[in-house]
């Protein structure tokens, strides 16, 4: 056991399969949510210095998955390439801290990410970014999500708003997570490595995780295809939001 590592039972294997595998389902469904459901989860059972590198491959696998499976790739990279700058530069800069801070500062800033995420597309479902400054608010909202991703393995919140804002299609939406995800998942994984976080033991793990989060993103791209996911999407709100604010709650 080492400071980062509780002991992962067979029991806490068995339930950490099942999250992974929910994880992916909705990463497949909606383009979004495998590190938010997952880590979210995890720490309610797990320390969440474990939870954050458990989540690491599962999170690359599946962004380069989406990027690979999505269409009108070449356009959506050219579109968002400066974001992804962005992403790639302050998310490493940031993971590379991670392992300094409280574990009580993280699970405090994962349960105010997920409600702000949660809350932003509950109660603004219309809004809209000006095309003006486009670039500033790529980099804006770029830097934001590489910080909050370093800090909690989940950069999904604002670079989902400002893709709302954008007012992006359904395929556009996919292929831009896809690409901006894997952009920010690399330096996520040499940040966690370097510091210490992702080990060698609990890489091997994370790796095992990759399996049933596949499995679970190819139900999800079905789901995708054949049904709405407005009311889907809704309910994994609902939920995360419930989840963030008990997570806030522990620290209380």
């Not at 989406?66 to 990279?77: D, E, R, T």
């Not at 700058?85 to 300094?100: C, P, W």
């Amino acid at each position: 056991m080492t400071e980062f590592h509780p002991e992962l039972t067979p029991q806490v294997l068995s339930l950490v399969t099942a999250i992974f595998l929910l994880s992916g389902v909705i990463k497949g469904t909606l383009g979004i949510g495998l590190p938010t459901t997952a880590v979210t989860l995890m720490v309610l059972v797990l320390e969440p210095r474990t939870a954050l590198a458990l989540v690491v491959l599962p999170i690359v696998v599946t962004n380069f998955q989406q990027l690979y499976s999505a269409i009108n790739v070449k356009p959506v990279v050219l579109l968002f390439r400066f974001m992804a700058l962005m992403v790639f530069i302050s998310l490493g800069i940031t993971t590379y801290f991670t392992a300094r801070l409280e574990s009580d500062h993280i699970r405090l800033v994962i349960g105010t990410a997920i409600c702000i995420f949660s809350i932003t597309f509950l109660a603004w479902p219309s809004f809209q970014l000006p095309m003006k400054g486009d670039r500033f608010f790529q980099g804006f909202f770029g830097i934001l999500s590489g910080v909050m991703g370093g800090m909690t393995s989940i950069w999904a919140p604002p670079m989902v708003i400002y893709l709302i804002g954008r007012q992006t299609e359904k395929d556009t939406f996919i292929a831009a997570t896809g690409f901006l995800f894997s952009v920010g998942s690399i330096p996520l994984l040499i940040g966690f490595i370097l510091n210490g976080m992702l080990s060698l033991e609990l890489g091997w793990v994370s790796m095992i995780c990759v399996l049933p989060s596949l499995f679970g993103f190819r139900i999800g791209m079905s789901i995708r295809s054949k049904l709405s996911s407005s009311l889907f999407r809704k309910l994994v709100l609902f939920a995360f939001l419930i989840l963030g604010l008990r997570t806030i709650l522990m620290e209380a």
